[in-house]
Structures are given as C-alpha cells and as structure tokens.
Nanobody
Framework: VQLVESGGGLVQAGGSLRLSCVAS????????MGWYRQAPGKARELVAG????????NYADSVKGRFTISRDNAKNTMYLLMNSLKPDDTAVYYC??????????WGQGTQVTVSS
C-alpha cells in the first residue's frame, strides 16, 4: 500500500484546510485509516481515525468539533477537513492505513502551519 498526502500549507488562526490522502497498491486489504500528526519535539499522535466503510470515526479530544474525517473508497481517498485552526495544530500530518494483515503503512507527511 502506498499513501500520498496533500493539502497542507500555511494558514492563519481560525482558517481552514482540507488534507487528502490517496491510497494505491493493495487497497483492498485496507481495514481502517487515520490521520496522525507530529509537532517538533513531540511524539506522533492520533488525530482522527475511520473504518473502511466510514461508519465509525474517532477523534482526539483536542480536535473534536473542529476536524472531520471522511473517505471515498471509490477514489481510494481519505480526507481531513480542519476548521477553526489554532497555532497548536501546527505539525506534520501523516496518513496511516492499517490492513487486514495487521500491517501499518504511512505516507510521507504534509506540513500544516497555523500562524497566530
């Protein structure tokens, strides 16, 4: 499975961005997907997750009510809509796929910078 993120950038506090993650390769084996982020000097953390059919989602407390995760399986694409962005949201955002073979795959990451 290969994952490619896009949509990061520089935005002012209060603004919005939409990240995309396109999956290719053995996408039939993907069970769940998620977005993680890692800020400088901090551990990578889960931002949001979604099951294959999109029926179940979960969010970090820090982004609940502001971020929305979704996926379009016909396009092999997952999205993260980020509203009301804060400087604390500044990080590299990574796409993750977890397969039926219990393997994790990661994208290369996309930088999100929120200015105050």
């Amino acid at each position: 499975v290969q994952l490619v993120e896009s949509g990061g950038g520089l935005v002012q506090a209060g603004g919005s961005l939409r990240l995309s993650c396109v999956a290719s390769g053995s996408t039939f084996s993907i069970n769940a997907m998620g977005w993680y982020r890692q800020a400088p000097g901090k551990a990578r953390e889960l931002v949001a997750g979604i099951t294959y059919d999109g029926d179940v989602t979960n969010y970090a407390d820090s982004v609940k009510g502001r971020f929305t995760i979704s996926r379009d399986n016909a396009k092999n694409t997952m999205y993260l809509l980020m509203n009301s962005l804060k400087p604390d949201d500044t990080a590299v955002y990574y796409c993750n796929a977890y397969t039926m073979e219990k393997r994790d795959y990661w994208g290369q990451g996309t930088q999100v910078t929120v200015s105050s």
